[in-house]
């Protein structure tokens, strides 16, 4: 009976011991957990190498895009390539288009702050640079003089005075505040690179033209077309559907119901490499603003870069998708409209390489004769706000530059003979 009473009294200070350990045990892990790091505690023989697939990609996207550019822009820039590169991994600058449907006056309080309309107010613009003449740009002067007169008188460009997009002065990295709604809730102003509004500009839409956006999101350039207030019908278009709801927000948010009605707007989430077979010599000017690389936002961003090792495939079909989009483009132009083909990115490939091909293919499969138009009166009127790439056979192209840091943008206009 005595045995039976220890053994009994052995278990209970066995199982007392046992709860005694646990709450321990977990008194100490609340402990560890408050720990940010035990490294620095742990003996060197008991520390184990963190797994790469657990914690941080050991290349990650941004890394190996900037490996592809050092590589690829190296050879196409060249002495360029090291400034460029410098501006690409700073912050960038941006400027705000005005919304001509918002009745705030923030014109005079930007005015006030520094900013001018680089679009309207060009006198600057009209004195050469001295940061923009390189030794490269010096020779291109002395050698083809009278080409460049030639362009610039031969061509015309008719801005809209309704556009304006005010910037900070070359060098003024500061940045604006984000826009305020007004009385009916509309923003004032919309911020983006100001480099973006070119290509808008050089599409050159006339009163009554019937335009289309055929790669629209997020909504920056949509919105520089309808500032313009001269189209008759505008068709936006994005083969996402997500972005296409992100479209329809910016919109919201920066027009008025009424120019949003299916008469004036059509927002649609179609397929913009079938857009020949939908609506054929159509429009009167077509902005195709392609997918690319998007060479800013894979320098700066992991999330969503195109760099992505999982998006390989992705990235080298894109030069075939720039090509199938914008002979969709060429093709939904009416004979004697024009096409506006830009990217977002340095890639020769991506660039002239498309519009070459999409020239030749447009003529041996569709019977399409098209002709490169001279965007050079564009270049000179705003060469003192941005840095424009010299020596480009076909289009022109901003490149970042540390005292303008816009860009990159590459343009290209086509016109469809009759």
């Known amino acids: 009976m005595r045995n039976r009473c220890l053994t009994a009294g052995a278990k209970s200070d066995r199982k007392n011991?046992?709860?005694g350990k646990m709450a321990l045990f977990m008194d100490t892990r609340l402990i560890l957990r408050k720990v940010t790091d035990l490294r620095c505690l742990t003996p060197r023989r008991y520390r184990v190498k963190e797994k790469w697939a657990a914690t941080h990609a050991k290349h990650p996207p941004t890394r190996l895009a900037?490996?592809?550019f050092d590589a690829t822009y190296s050879v196409q820039l060249g002495k360029l390539w090291p400034s460029v590169r410098v501006a690409m991994l700073s912050e960038r600058k941006y400027g705000a288009l005005l919304n001509n449907f918002c009745h705030d006056a923030v014109l005079v309080d930007l005015q006030a702050k520094g900013c001018r309309d680089f679009i309207t107010n060009r006198e600057e613009d009209a004195k050469p640079s001295l940061e923009q003449n390189s030794e490269a740009e010096a020779q291109e002067e002395c050698t083809d003089v009278s080409l460049k007169k030639s362009d610039v008188d031969g061509q015309e460009i008719n801005l809209s005075p309704n556009i304006k997009c005010l910037v900070f002065p070359r060098g003024d990295v500061t940045r604006f505040k984000p826009a305020k709604p007004d009385a009916y809730g509309l923003l004032s102003y919309y911020l983006m690179d100001a480099a973006s509004v070119l290509p808008c500009l050089a599409l050159d839409v006339q009163e009554g033209h019937n335009v289309l956006d055929l790669c629209a999101a997020p909504g920056g350039k949509t919105?520089?077309?309808?500032?313009?207030?001269?189209?008759?019908f505008l068709c936006v278009n994005d083969t996402s559907v997500?972005?296409?709801?992100r479209l329809r927000k910016v919109l919201h948010s920066y027009v008025p119901k009424q120019f949003l009605t299916d008469e004036k707007l059509r927002i649609t989430s179609f397929d913009g490499t079938k857009w020949g077979d939908i609506e054929r010599n159509t429009f009167d000017r077509v902005l195709v603003d392609v997918p690319c690389t998007t060479d800013r936002h894979s320098l700066m961003e992991d999330d969503n870069n195109i760099f992505n090792k999982i998006r390989v495939g992705e990235r080298r079909r894109l030069p075939q998708l720039q090509l199938e989009l914008l002979l969709a483009g060429i093709e939904a132009a009416c004979p004697g409209g024009e096409i506006l083909y830009s990217t977002c990115t340095l890639?020769?490939?991506?660039n002239q390489g498309v519009v070459e091909q999409a020239i030749c293919l447009a003529r041996e499969n569709h019977g399409i004769q098209l002709e490169a138009v001279s965007l050079r009166p564009l270049t000179q009127m705003f060469r003192n706000t941005f840095h424009f790439a010299p020596d480009l056979h076909l289009g022109e192209m901003v490149i970042p530059h540390l005292a303008a840091n816009f860009g990159p943008i590459y343009m290209c206009k086509l016109k469809r003979l009759t």
């Open 242 to 245: 997500s972005r296409t709801m």
């Open 223 to 232: 919105l520089s077309l309808l500032q313009s207030q001269a189209i008759r």
């Open 66 to 68: 900037l490996h592809h």
């Open 347 to 350: 890639s020769q490939n991506q």
């Open 17 to 19: 011991l046992t709860h």
